[in-house]
Each structure stands twice: as structure tokens, then as C-alpha cells.
């Protein structure tokens, strides 16, 4: 065991996150100087079966403060945890699963261990003095992702749900090119093309990269977005080489007492038969490459008879919930064929690699995102697992991070293109 790497300070804090509430961040400190700092939130749509986060209540931050989570980090966590070392990531998990002791992580936290734990795994490798990516891999790791771009952020437009707003939301993907860098510039390009269009003809105005929604009235089913987004790719040139994915969180839209879907893509009920019509002729007339939790997050058998049929992509995010159980669940019947990877969303990093071998070892894809307060560092998650693709991470942070590491691996850089996708 070297010295350096064991755990001399363990802190956290509450901090301001893209996602409208506040996170928890928090730092893990060597005896040799190296520093891991890792940011944990939840995302705008929650899947019912995620760990419990540890929120305070109340009144302030609409009760989404995490002061308690800060408070579980510095009070109960950090004291077992120092003097122990940083490099041996499952002890450190071990030792804060044992702690909280519930399968859901109601005791501590989900958003306080896994802040702690990807924070160790960052100490870890700077404590090596190798990249996150080299830290997670070793020398496997050398395959870029293919990227996407975000190009329509979701609405309630048609007066959905009870939990919808915020989906569906579209990216492109862009498959086609030879290298990282060449599809991050057609990731930029064919989303200023469709700026253009959005302006144009929905007069939704975008500034920078602030993109707000198509507003409830401006279209009446979502086809006409899909058609903008076709002719936006082929006025930047890029037809066959740019797909689209759709996050749909059908389940966000799902009324039981009605056994309909409602106000999803379009203003009208759909039963879950009229959903599956409805992707079929989506695939057939529009390149669509991926589609994310296509239905209830609970309907395994029906996320095997869009798998089955439709041919491409399917993504399990509330469906799976990075969790080793309902993946086993959905391999058993065939249910989608692809693992959205929320690293925070199971609660430690552990459990999180886990559950890619596993998706490895029965044929499924992994799809990294960072929307659970990962940020640039998904970047280094994709190239240390391999998961030959991502959710967007195109352009902004996690773009500029994934170039960093095409250049370094120079030469023994790897991309895939379409086949980092499934089928």
C-alpha cells in the first residue's frame, strides 16, 4: 500500500447545479496532496425506482437543500473512511454501502456516497498520476465516443401528464465521420442548422446555447419537429452520417387510471399499441437511431416488443436505472438493448461498473450521460469503459475533455462511428 494514496480529508458542501436545485459536491484529499472533487444532483425527470436521494425539506430550495447530505459526508462517512486508501475504490464503496445498509440508500443518501465515491476515484488517479479514463481502463482505454448535440429540449407541449415537462427532448447523432473531433464539428454544425429552422419557422429564438423550448400552440404533433430536424441535416450536408435519438420518459406521461399516454407527441391519448405504431413509422420515415425509455418504465415486455421490431437502439434510463437487478430483469425478456449509464443514479461507482460488465456480458450497449452532475468527467467514463458511444456531449465541457484525450492517445485513439451504436 503507498502511503500517498490514503485518505488524509474527506468535506463536503451544498452548491448551485444546472439543474434548478442545488447539489452536493464534495472533495477527498490524500496524504500526498492529490484532490478528488466530485458534484452530485438529480436530473429534471426522476425514474421511481432511482436511490433516495437525502434532501432537508422545508421551505428553502423548495425543499431540495442537501444540507443533510453535506451533514452524512462530513459526520458519518468521512470519519470511516480516512486512513483508508484511496486506490482501492470497492473497499471505499464496501465500507459506505455497509453504512447506509438499505438497498435504496435511504439511510445516507444516494447523492452523499456517490459524491464521495466518485470523488475517491478522481483522488485515486491523480494520486497515480495517471488520467481518470487510464485510472478506470488501464490501457484498453483508448475508444472515443460517438457524440450527439442536443437540438430540441423538451416541453409539456400538448398538456401532458402528470409528470411530464422537460421531455421529449431530440440530439442528433452524428455516426458517420472517422474521428472524434470530425463528428464534434458536425455535432456543432448541423445545431446551428437547426437553430436556424427553429427561428424560422416556430420562431423559437436561440441565444448561445441557451435553447428554450418549443412553446405549447406552435405545432400540433411532434412530426413537424422531425421533419426540421431532417431538413436541418441535410442543409449542413450530413445525410447518412447524422441520426436522431429522442428521450421520450414515456413514462412521465403515463396515466394508469387511464391506460393511455397522454399528450405525448401530440395532443391526443395513445394506448401503448398506438406508441409502438407510432415508432414503427418513425423509424421507417425519419432517421431516427435511438429511442430512451419508449414506455413505462416498468413494461419490460413491451420494451422487448419495440426492441424486437423496430430495429435500432433502445435505451433503458428509467427503465434500468444503472441498477444490476432491473437489468437482469430486462435481459431476461429482451427489454431494450442498450443501458443509459447515470454513474450517480445507483449511488456509488462500484455498483455503477458493475452493472456495465454485466450489460457487457449479455450483448447490451452502454450509453454514458451526465446529467446526474457528472459534467467532462462522463468523458473520461466513456473512453475507461468503452462504451463506444454517449448521450450528446458533442459540444461544451465533456466535448473539450474528449478532445484533450483524442489528443493525448494520439495515434492508439479509437472511433467507432455507427457501430459504438446498437443493434
Known amino acids: 500500500m503507498a502511503k500517498g494514496s490514503l485518505i488524509r480529508f474527506i468535506t463536503a458542501r451544498e452548491v448551485f447545479s444546472d439543474r434548478g ?15 478528488g472533487e466530485a458534484i452530485v444532483t438529480a436530473g429534471v425527470s426522476v425514474g421511481k ?14 425543499g431540495l437543500g442537501v444540507q443533510k447530505a453535506v451533514h452524512n459526508v462530513q459526520a458519518v462517512i468521512a470519519p470511516a473512511l480516512i486512513g483508508m486508501d484511496a486506490i482501492r475504490q470497492r473497499d471505499i464503496d464496501g465500507v459506505m454501502l455497509e453504512l447506509d445498509g438499505t438497498p435504496e440508500k435511504a439511510k445516507l443518501g444516494g447523492n452523499a456516497i456517490a459524491s464521495v465515491s466518485a470523488a475517491t476515484l478522481k483522488a485515486g488517479a491523480a494520486s497515480l498520476g495517471i488520467p481518470l ?103 449542413a450536408g450530413y445525410e447518412g452520417k447524422v441520426g436522431i ?34 415508432y414503427k413509422d418513425m423509424v421507417a420515415r425519419y432517421p431516427f437511431v435511438i429511442l430512451e425509455d419508449p414506455l413505462d418504465e416498468d413494461d419490460y415486455e413491451g420494451h422487448a416488443v419495440v426492441t424486437r421490431e423496430l430495429g435500432i437502439e433502445i435505451v433503458g434510463d428509467d427503465l434500468f436505472t444503472t441498477s444490476s437487478e432491473r437489468v437482469i430483469q430486462g435481459i431476461k425478456v429482451g427489454a431494450a ?35 446526474r452532475g457528472e459534467g467532462a468527467d462522463i468523458a473520461d467514463y466513456c473512453v475507461g469503459l468503452g462504451t463506444g458511444h454517449v448521450r450528446e456531449s458533442g459540444v461544451g465541457p465533456s466535448a473539450n475533455r474528449l478532445l484533450r484525450i483524442e489528443e493525448e492517445l494520439g495515434s492508439r485513439a479509437k472511433f467507432l462511428g455507427k457501430a459504438g451504436l446498437k443493434p
Open 21 to 35: 436545485h442545488p447539489g452536493i459536491e464534495a472533495t477527498v484529499v490524500t496524504e500526498d496532496g492529490s484532490i
Open 49 to 62: 425506482h432511482e436511490v433516495q436521494f437525502a434532501y432537508d425539506g422545508g421551505k428553502k430550495w423548495g
Open 133 to 235: 479514463y487510464q485510472h478506470i481502463g488501464g490501457v484498453n482505454a483508448c475508444t472515443l465516443p460517438t457524440p450527439g448535440a442536443i437540438c430540441l429540449v423538451g416541453s409539456d407541449r400538448y398538456g401532458g401528464g402528470k409528470r411530464a415537462g422537460g421531455k421529449p427532448s431530440y440530439s442528433f447523432i452524428c455516426h458517420g465521420f472517422d474521428t472524434f473531433s470530425d463528428a464534434s464539428y458536425a455535432c456543432w454544425d448541423v445545431q446551428r442548422s437547426y437553430y436556424k429552422l427553429l427561428e424560422k419557422r416556430f420562431g423559437v429564438k436561440v441565444l448561445g446555447n441557451v435553447m428554450p423550448p418549443v412553446p405549447p400552440g406552435k405545432v400540433k404533433h411532434d412530426r413537424e419537429l422531425w421533419d426540421a430536424m431532417v431538413e436541418a441535416i441535410a442543409a
Open 245 to 278: 435519438q429522442v428521450d421520450v420518459a414515456a413514462g412521465c406521461y403515463y396515466e394508469p387510471e387511464k391506460e393511455a399516454f397522454v399528450g405525448l407527441f401530440s395532443k391526443e391519448d395513445k394506448s401503448k399499441d398506438d406508441l409502438i405504431a407510432l
Open 337 to 371: 438493448n442498450a443501458v443509459l449509464l447515470k454513474v450517480n443514479q445507483i449511488g456509488s461507482i462500484s455498483e455503477a461498473f458493475d452493472m456495465v460488465q454485466l450489460a457487457y456480458r449479455h450483448g447490451y450497449g452502454v450509453m454514458p450521460c451526465s446529467s
